[in-house]
Structures are given as C-alpha cells and as structure tokens.
C-alpha cells in the first residue's frame, strides 16, 4: 500500500499547489483522479512517482513495488533520438540482459501500433504516436504502479479505446493503475473515483455514486458524465443516471424545441486558402523517409469554419504547418489571399494572414508578463497600435487585461495559458485561424470556453481551420468537415452529410463518440429531437433554453 500522510507541495512560497492530502492507495485498485485545471493532480502523480519531493508531509512506497509515471506531454518524456531506443532507455538503466531487452522492446512495438516506426525519430511521429510511444517506455519497465496523467488527451478516438482496453489489460494482470483524466466519463469502471480542488481532495469514492450528484461536482468546477447532464437539464433530480443504459431506462421530459437550423456561413465566392496537389516527405533524400502528404487537394472560403479529422499519423498536423509557410511542400502549391506559400519573400505577409495555433500552445509561451507575450507577435510583424491590440486579443478571449496584462503567464492556470497563447496569435489580427487539437488537456470547463471563443471569432467574420479528433465537436462547431487518412484527404462534407456516412467514417477511424450515439438512442425511442441537434451536450443545451434557463 501507498500511504500519503499530510502532503502539501508548493512551487512558490505560500502557494501550495498540494494542501495536507491524506490518501492510502491499495493494490489492485483501479483508481481516476479528476479535477479542474490547476488543481494539483499532475503534482500530486508527480510527488507519488518520486520526481517532486514534499514540502511537508510523507509518501510512502514499499521498497517491493515500483511506480511508472506517465507525462500528460509525451515530448517532456522523449529523450532519445530513436523509437526503439527510447522504449529500451529504461531497461539499459535497470541493467536488463540484452537479448531480454530486444524482446521486451519488441513486444511494446507491437503492442502500441509502433512497429513500423523503430528506427524512426520519435519527433517526426504524430502527437498521437508520440504518446504511445511514451505510455510504451513505462509499461516496458513492467511497474505495480502505473501512473497516467490524461493518457487520453493527445489520442483518436480509436487508439483512445485500445488505450483504454491496455489500462484495464494491466488492471488484469495484476497491475494498478491510477489515471488522472478530463472527462467523467473515463471514470466510468474504475473502482475508486478521487476528486481534486484547489490543491485538497474534495471527494473520494464510489465513481457512480460521485458522479451521479451533479450540484455538487458543479461546486468543485466539473460536470457529471455525458448521460447525466443531459438528465440534469432535462430536470432529473439527483442522483442522476451517469451511464446510456441507466439514461435510457428511464422517462425524460423534453419541452417543446425549436428547429435546428445549421447556420450559413457568409462566404465569399472563392477560397481564401487553396492547396493544389500538395506533396510533403520528412527527410526527403534519407534512408528513412517518410511521405506525411499525398497530392493533397483542399479549399478554405472566407468566414467557413471547417474541422479536420483523421487518425493519428494521418498526416493533419503536418497539413497544417503549410498554410503559413512554417513546412514548404516539394510538389504542388498552396494559396493563401492571392499569396504562393512557397514564396520566402511572402512569408511575413502570409504569417500576418494565418494565425497558427499548435498542439499544447502554452508551450509558446516565454515572456515574464501576458502583456509581454501577446505583444510579441504584432511587434515581430512590425504593425502599429501594439497597446490596443494586446488589450483587443485578451478580450476577445475572455481575459479582462487590467487584470491579466501584468500577470506573470507560468503562474496562470492551465485554460488561462490556453487563451493567453490564442491571444497571442489574434493580437495579429489573422484573416485565417488554424488551430491544431487547441482543447487537448483542457478540462470540461475549459474546453466549453474555448468553444465559445472560436464561435464568437467565426460570427466577427473569422476564417477557422479546426484539427481534431473529437466528432462531437466538429459537428457542433463547424460548417464542414474534411478527413484526412495516410496522408491524404478522404472525405470532404457537410456536417448533415458526415453524420449520414457513419459507416464510412467508421472505415476512416473516427468512431461514432458516446455523445452522438445517445441522441441517436433517444431519438429511436420515439423522442421528437430537431434534425439539427446532433450531440447529447447541443440537446441539453436546447432544453435549458426551451425551459427558460441558461444555455450554459
């Protein structure tokens, strides 16, 4: 047993991230911690797995077990130059024989869908193989503790479930695991449910039980599970049901709702971003080549809000670093306002037009105040009113600046730092804004904000690129959605005709997410829903309305 005794842990002084935690953790359990953004469950994993040491209090591990922690960030937990020899690291260091160390190593390649990639630079990998690639580097030590933190956040929805399906396997065989995750849902079938605030565990037990009494999760800045909101806004008093089954056994109410129309796009005539034939190849010329990009053909019209999907490796991040300059294709052209892409002397003129957001974009971060940050791309580009557009950028996205401008960015929380990186880039003003997964390893709360961020920013006229795994927020955010796989685009619909190719979408590896197939439920038990609704979250949404209360 684990035993945590009086646990507090602070980065500054006077600031406990940690405050007096007092835990056992057993052997065997299957464990999820949630909690907010902020709320001290990395530190908390971190100070269990040895890499932070108290500042007051104890943790106790018996000197029998040992503890694996994986980081949220794969590219904080790579430090090899080779797949392979990332997954052996760990065992080198434990001084394991080596014919046993190429077996094991060759186990993981095949275990996680990496073996195609041994010889390959982990950095050229997707963010989803990355994380693999991390998650394998620890179950090849082979710990009775394997720590995760937000496993799930950089995965497809696919790969997302056989993660899942890997957790439980090591469940199986002995092993624990303790998840720190985002969603509620994801601790549906663990044994054991640990609720974090502020640096304190608020609640601790049952998963069904915390779960099912949404009032007191909203208190502690989370949501109940998928089918519970949908119950709580349609007046189902607590204990709500958490799962489809219990949802769908039971009789809702809906009051009379209005028709969903999609909303039409004021576009204009032609695309503001065109990409022809494009063709990409990571080290083109060497022996392991790899071609992300084949003969690619897309179009962006102004003020269009498209998603792009596929699965991991599918080649949609490095589609995205294209459209302003950041990779050059070796065959085929891409068109942003009249510009060529390929053209060095364009370049400025292009970044200044296309606003990039990447995967985790706090990582941009660097300056000692917001202020500082978010000047910093206007100031490079040389434009003018620098005040004013920092001031305009944190508005835009929810940051009131004479409360942010001078605040330190390190010291924010992890959705402030989200929106200050976003700022950022809007404080450039872009006529296009490409956004690569922007919701990973933001909590429910967080991501909501996000999404009604980049709704705002498409009604002001904004152009949006949306890379992401999540159907769910595609078809409630977009206009379009485009599909990428191997390198190529696959599909290229209206959301309407998305939702009616389920089947195909299914071939390409996006699943159909827990939140659409409810509704689907609910509509084949005779339920009157709108066309227009599509996910559990828009009909909950639709109900506060229709009953007089708020969307949100």
Known sequence: MIKIRALSYAYLPDTPVLDGIDLDLRPGERVTVLGANGSGKSTFLKCIAGLLSPTQGTVTVPDSYRTGLVFQNPDDQIVSPVVESEIAFGLENLGVPHPEMVERVDEILHRFDLIDFGKHDPHSLSGGERQRLAIGGIVVLRPDFILFDEPYSMLDPSFRDEIRDVIHSLHDDGLTPIVVAQDPDDALGSDRLIVFDKGQIVLDGKPEEI????????????????????????????????THAALTSTTLELPQLPSQESPTPAMSPSPIVQVIDLCFTYNSGEPHAHQALFDVDFSLDQGEFVSLMGPSGSGKSTFALHLNGLHIGESGRVIVDGLDVSDSKSHDDIRQKVGLVFQFPEMQLFAET?????????????LDSIPDRVDRALA?????????????PFTLSGGERRRVALAGILATNPSVLVLDEPSAGLDPSGADELDRILQKLRADGTTILLVTHDLSRAVTLSDRIVVMQQGRVSFNASVDTTLANRELLQDLGIPTPSAIELVDTLRASGLLIPSGLHTSDQLARAVRLGSGGSAV
């Open 211 to 242: 779960l099912s009494r949404p009032e007191k999760l909203k208190l502690h800045r989370l949501s109940t599970t998928t089918s519970g909101r949908l119950a709580a806004a349609c007046g189902h008093r607590s204990p709500v049901p958490v």
């Open 396 to 408: 835009s996205v929810g940051l009131e600046p004479d409360l942010f401008r001078r605040r330190n």
């Open 370 to 382: 917001v202020e500082e940050d978010v000047a910093y791309g206007p100031a490079n580009l040389d």
